[in-house]
């Protein structure tokens, strides 16, 4: 039995709020069992650098844990003047799952900038910010064309991710702390509606696994997604409604 009595290929509860920021384009606060992140989509008429005069637009990500997201109060980072690696890894992470699913020649010469802030870390806090960011980013680009700043939205589908792992009871779908911290192996999945592949991360902790053992992985990752997509989707749906 899994710490949290959940079956291996249960999610824990999944809840996304959308509208928590209020002066952010496009915002959703997702809680996935005891996870939650802050996702805000902030929309600017400029794009960085190498971009100007492309015609091509930008969607990237900044990634932040509260000190007391944690068991442990943490160091803010900006009190030591530099983001670790961990943090660089992420939202570049969490970047690189949403221009997958943009279409940013469509977008034009527009920036979104994804600030996923961790309120509380039960494990899993990347998919979830994965998950939430789609959510903020499809809530601002609705609003740009609502004010006809865009004629379209300019997504070419959904993306979410969730992780998996191999402990005591076998492979095992939404890690949380107690799972992931004594896993035998860890893997996130990131993934589209449409049965694609944007990125998979997986690591052996301790010996390495097989083809058969990541196969069963891969498919409750898919278990997972799904429902993810359906909870993307209810939001939008909710906040589009209003």
């Keep these: 039995m899994r710490p949290s009595g959940r079956h291996p290929n249960q999610m824990r509860p999944v809840v996304i709020e959308t509208g928590v920021s209020h002066h952010a384009e496009g915002s959703a606060l997702i809680r996935i069992g005891g996870t939650e992140v802050l996702c805000t989509a902030s929309v600017d008429n400029r794009v960085p650098p190498f971009l100007r005069g492309k015609g ?15 068991h ?12 670790s690696g961990r943090t660089q890894e992420i939202q570049r992470l969490i970047g690189r799952s949403l221009r997958a699913v943009t279409d940013l ?8 900038t994804l600030d996923c802030d961790v309120l509380n870390a039960d494990g899993g806090t990347r998919c979830a910010s994965v998950t939430g960011a789609w959510v903020a980013l499809r809530l601002a680009l609705g609003r740009l064309v609502a004010n006809r700043v865009l004629s379209q939205v300019p997504l070419h589908g959904q993306v979410a991710a969730v992780s998996c792992g191999l402990t005591e009871t076998g492979a095992v779908l939404d890690l949380d702390y107690a799972e992931d911290s004594a896993a035998a192996a860890d893997t996130n999945f990131v993934l589209t509606a449409d049965n694609r592949i944007v990125e998979i ?22 278990i997972g997604v799904s429902d993810l997509f359906a909870a993307q989707n209810a939001a939008i749906t909710a906040a589009e409604s209003h």
């Design 72 to 83: 442990n109060r943490g160091t803010r980072e900006a009190s030591t003047g530099k983001q």
């Design 201 to 222: 991360q997986g690591t052996a902790e301790h010996a390495p696994f097989t083809q058969e053992q990541f196969e069963a992985l891969f498919s409750l990752a898919r």
């Design 105 to 112: 020649n469509a977008l034009g010469e527009i920036s979104i």
């Design 56 to 70: 091509s637009g930008w969607v990237t990500a900044e990634y932040g844990m509260l000190p007391r997201a944690t």
